[in-house]
């Protein structure tokens, strides 16, 4: 989990500096041209209140006694930059749009390139992890945007309020004074609070994670049968909702303490704007302020004070999106989640094709630290071309082996060997190219029928040929056919394809049709070195059992192949039996050795033998 789980709720200067330089890359990577028409525009837009306040002033003062050519420049002036003030907002709206999703469409891309390279389980069984990544979805999909525009903004405002400071400064250097200071309270508490924001964000994640989690499963069609026979709905909306509450009071009590400091914030702006306009009025009736500088007076507080509290939201804003985008750099700079191989050994790039077999050496496994081992010393040799048998209790750890062996996880202790060759020490893609699998909780996949078997292998998506063949092989060939739209169907109640029309909303199929589907899905692949079946048949009837078994035992013939499955009549015929016991092989050898040994295999067996024998 290296990067992932360290603290990411304090903005440093060091980080505050790494995030604004990695965000302003992403930008101009995104968007270059957009980027430097919002900074243009951002500018133009700062100048229009400062002109137009000058212009004004310069108007009013001028009434009187000049060539009224001259008043009329000045008018026309005024009402350019009037023009110029309506369309530039609306330009800079546009263009601002355009930019956010070309940088979040970037960042997106980013961000889930760096999750698919992720090989390993680990960090997506990690809550924290899942907290930061979804986090780091949000910074994808906006903080990006706005903190450019942010930065922008506050570059903007500063500009303005320079602008106006410097015609106040020309006036009053006192009221310049205080216009400036009232800011700053301001500046900290937003900073404060913004922070203050972020703190809740992180602290409820984990609520609305789980509030998301329940109703997912009050809407789901999965979970829909099992919730309305067992009467559970009610139970799961009331913990929907005891999660949402949670997330309601510690948001409210933010919200409470936001009110009451932009309160006195906004009294405090109120004041300082109130006893200037005072003040001027009471000059100019000394004489000392013509019209026209009242007139820039008065725009002047206005103008500065909202200014600075644009660039103070801004910046309080900037502050919020620095937070997430934290959460955006720590998953796209998380770096490999398994060890890679050492550095002499990175030329590996091609693992060779299976020519002695996979061994496991002496494997020793736990989940976590604090969790129970679930391998203890596993020695497991699968020959080349040999067809190996894996049984055992429930939790006996045989799918946590296949996990190993796919590389999901690597060994706590121990290694596993491909043709002597440790598997850390080769690239996982070219591990995964060489097997094939059908697992336990295969994904039924809302897609059409084609595109569910070529996700074994995504290069057949333009090859209907192999997808038919597979199915062939996986017999769901023949059901497939007859579907609605054959291959092309969807194969969703859900969601429905949007060329389709409404009325077309696809189909599902039963559970032993999915799983075919699943085995198709495996045979898709151009001949695996190694098939790692993990209960393929266990939602088939008897009939369809022996069916697939028939086809797996015609798939897996002369290839080396790893059968878990809980029916020891269909592993019978297996080259070699294993059974995992207590995290340790127990037993070892064919079918009849294994019986005439009279271990728990055979004590298995004759359990499941009795029970047909009775039922028949
Ligand atoms: N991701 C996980 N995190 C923590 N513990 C896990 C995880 N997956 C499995 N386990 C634990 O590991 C043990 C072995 O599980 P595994 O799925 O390998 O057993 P199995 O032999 O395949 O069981 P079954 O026959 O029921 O499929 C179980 O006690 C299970 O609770």
Same mark, same amino acid.
């Not at 310049?176 to 703190?199: F, G, Y």
């Not at 809740?200 to 994640?205: A, D, P």
């Not at 499963?217 to 009331?238: Q, T, V």
């Given at each position: 989990?290296? #990067?992932?789980? =360290?603290?990411?709720?304090?903005?440093?200067?060091?980080?505050?500096?790494?995030?604004?330089?990695?965000?302003?890359?992403?930008?101009?990577?995104?968007?270059?041209?957009?980027?430097?028409?919002?900074?243009?525009?951002?500018?133009?837009?700062?100048?229009?209140?400062?002109?137009?306040?000058?212009?004004?002033?310069?108007?009013?003062?001028?009434?009187?006694?000049?060539?009224?050519?001259?008043?009329?420049?000045?008018?026309?002036?005024?009402?350019?930059?009037?023009?110029?003030?309506?369309?530039?907002?609306?330009?800079?709206? +546009?263009?601002? &749009?355009? +930019?956010?999703?070309?940088?979040?469409?970037?960042?997106?891309?980013?961000?889930?390139?760096?999750?698919?390279?992720?090989?390993?389980? &680990?960090?997506?069984?990690?809550?924290?992890?899942?907290?930061?990544?979804?986090?780091?979805?949000?910074?994808?999909?906006?903080?990006?945007?706005?903190?450019?525009?942010?930065?922008?903004?506050?570059?903007? #405002?500063?500009?303005?309020?320079?602008?106006?400071?410097?015609?106040?400064?020309?006036?009053?250097?006192?009221? /310049?004074?205080?216009?400036?200071?009232?800011?700053?309270?301001?500046?900290?508490?937003?900073?404060?609070?913004?922070?203050?924001?972020?703190?809740? =964000?992180?602290?409820?994640?984990?609520?609305?994670?789980?509030? !998301?989690?329940?109703?997912?499963?009050?809407?789901?069609?999965?979970?829909?049968?099992?919730?309305?026979?067992?009467?559970?709905?009610? !139970?799961?909306? =009331?913990?929907?909702?005891?999660?949402?509450?949670?997330?309601?009071? =510690?948001?409210?009590?933010?919200?409470?303490?936001? +009110?009451? /400091?932009?309160?006195?914030?906004?009294?405090?702006?109120?004041?300082?704007a109130g006893t200037g306009l005072v003040w001027a009025a009471l000059a100019a009736r000394r004489g000392q302020l013509t019209v026209g500088e009242v007139s820039m007076f008065v725009a002047a507080v206005g103008g500065v004070q909202s200014a600075l509290s644009g660039v103070i939201r801004s910046l309080a804003d900037g502050h919020q999106h620095m937070l997430m985008m934290g959460h955006y750099l720590a998953v796209v700079r998380a770096g490999p989640d398994l060890e890679g191989p050492p550095q002499p050994l990175r030329t590996r790039a091609h693992l060779p094709a299976l020519r002695k077999g996979v061994e496991f050496r002496d494997v020793w496994f736990r989940y976590a630290e604090d969790h129970p081992w679930i391998l203890r010393g596993v020695n497991l040799f699968l020959p080349y071309g040999e067809a190996v048998a894996l049984v055992g209790q429930n939790g006996a750890g045989k799918s946590t082996l296949v996990k190993l062996l796919c590389r999901f996880y690597d060994p706590t202790r121990g290694a596993v060997l491909w043709d002597g060759v440790d598997i850390r020490q080769v690239p996982v893609p070219q591990l995964r190219r060489r097997l094939g699998a059908v697992f336990q909780d295969y994904v039924p996949y809302d897609l059409t029928a084609a595109e569910n078997i070529a996700i074994g292998d995504v290069e057949t998506l333009t090859a209907p040929d192999r997808i038919r063949e597979a199915a062939r092989r996986a017999g769901v060939h023949d059901m497939l056919s007859r579907l609605p739209r054959g291959y092309d169907t969807m194969l969703s109640r859900t969601y429905a394809r949007q060329a389709q029309h409404d009325d077309e909303t696809g189909t599902t199929l039963s559970g032993g049709q999915w799983q075919r589907l699943a085995l198709a899905r495996a045979f898709v692949r151009d001949e695996p070195d190694l098939l790692v079946l993990d209960e393929p048949s266990s939602g088939l009837d008897a009939e369809a059992e022996h069916d697939v078994h028939l086809r797996l035992r015609h798939h897996r013939a002369h290839r080396t192949s790893l059968l878990i499955s809980h029916r020891l009549g269909a592993v019978r015929d297996a080259d070699r039996i294993v059974v995992l016991a207590d995290g340790r092989i127990a037993e070892e050898g064919t079918h009849d050795a294994l019986l005439l040994a009279g271990g728990t295999y055979a004590k298995l067996f004759t359990l499941q033998a009795s029970g047909y024998q009775e039922e028949a």
């Open positions: 989990m290296s #990067g992932v789980s =360290e603290a990411q709720d304090r903005l440093t200067a060091g980080v505050v500096a790494d995030t604004a330089r990695s965000t302003a890359v992403l930008a101009w990577r995104a968007a270059p041209w957009n980027l430097v028409a919002l900074a243009a525009l951002t500018t133009g837009l700062a100048a229009v209140p400062v002109v137009t306040a000058w212009l004004t002033r310069l108007v009013l003062d001028r009434l009187t006694g000049v060539e009224g050519a001259e008043l009329f420049a000045l008018a026309a002036g005024l009402a350019a930059t009037g023009l110029v003030a309506a369309v530039l907002p609306l330009l800079r709206q +546009f263009l601002g &749009a355009r +930019f956010d999703r070309a940088v979040s469409l970037r960042a997106v891309d980013r961000l889930y390139s760096a999750v698919n390279s992720f090989h390993g389980l &680990a960090r997506f069984e990690n809550p924290v992890f899942q907290d930061r990544l979804r986090m780091a979805r949000g910074a994808a999909g906006q903080s990006v945007g706005r903190l450019v525009d942010g930065g922008l903004r506050v570059a903007g #405002g500063a500009l303005t309020a320079v602008g106006f400071l410097t015609a106040l400064y020309a006036m009053d250097a006192t009221m /310049t004074l205080l216009v400036t200071a009232s800011a700053v309270p301001a500046l900290v508490a937003e900073l404060k609070l913004s922070r203050r924001r972020a703190h809740t =964000e992180w602290r409820v994640s984990a609520a609305q994670r789980r509030e !998301f989690f329940y109703q997912m499963l009050l809407s789901s069609l999965d979970a829909a049968k099992e919730i309305r026979l067992f009467g559970a709905s009610g !139970f799961l909306k =009331e913990r929907m909702l005891g999660e949402r509450r949670i997330v309601d009071a =510690e948001t409210h009590r933010t919200d409470r303490r936001e +009110f009451l /400091t932009q309160s006195l914030l906004a009294l405090i702006s109120a004041f300082v």
